[in-house]
């Protein structure tokens, strides 16, 4: 009987250590979670935008973000879309405001990597020319 008790509480106490350990792990987790006040990425201004702004770069840009993007950012870029389904508030590009940094480094990362849950990275569906062109789009919004 004893020994039964024993394994019992081995039991539990396993139970707990495992318990306390995936706190942890969540609460690291949420520790990493994007910074949602505004900020840079100095690692990234460095990053150089190989596409020159031309036309035809802003055009290709507005017909992927078309594609892709306006159902959250809205047609004219103002963060007017409604398809933003897990909380996020789809950014304006049309004001002089960058989250993430405002750098063509900074945004073109924001964009290959992703930064929310909303805000998801499309490194597996965009190249990184055509993101390189959403940058110049964006950019040419500001004007
Ligand atoms: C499902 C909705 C959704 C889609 C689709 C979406 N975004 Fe976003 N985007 C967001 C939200 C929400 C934020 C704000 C994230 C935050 O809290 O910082 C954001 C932020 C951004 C930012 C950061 C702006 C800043 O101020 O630094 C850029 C750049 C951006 N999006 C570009 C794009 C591009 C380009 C596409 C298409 C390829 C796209 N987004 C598609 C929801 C979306």
């Known amino acids: 009987m004893f020994l039964r008790n024993r394994r019992y509480l081995d039991y539990y106490y396993r139970l707990f250590t495992c318990g306390l350990m995936l706190f942890v792990v969540v609460i690291g987790l949420n520790a990493q ?45 103002r963060g007017d879309g409604d398809m933003s389904h897990a909380g ?10 960058w989250q993430h940094g405002g750098s063509d480094g900074e945004i073109f990362t924001v964009i290959k990597e992703g930064v929310t849950a909303d805000m998801q990275g499309y490194n597996n569906r965009l190249t990184d020319d055509d993101i390189w062109n959403l940058v110049n789009y964006l950019r040419s919004l500001g004007n």
């Open 88 to 97: 996020g508030v789809p950014s304006d590009f049309t004001d002089e405001e």
């Open 33 to 77: 979670q994007h910074p949602a006040a505004p900020h840079t990425h100095p690692e990234f201004q460095a990053l150089a935008n190989p596409i020159p702004s031309t036309v035809e770069s802003i055009r290709t840009g507005r017909q992927r973000y078309v594609f892709m993007c306006r159902e959250c950012h809205g047609n004219s870029g």
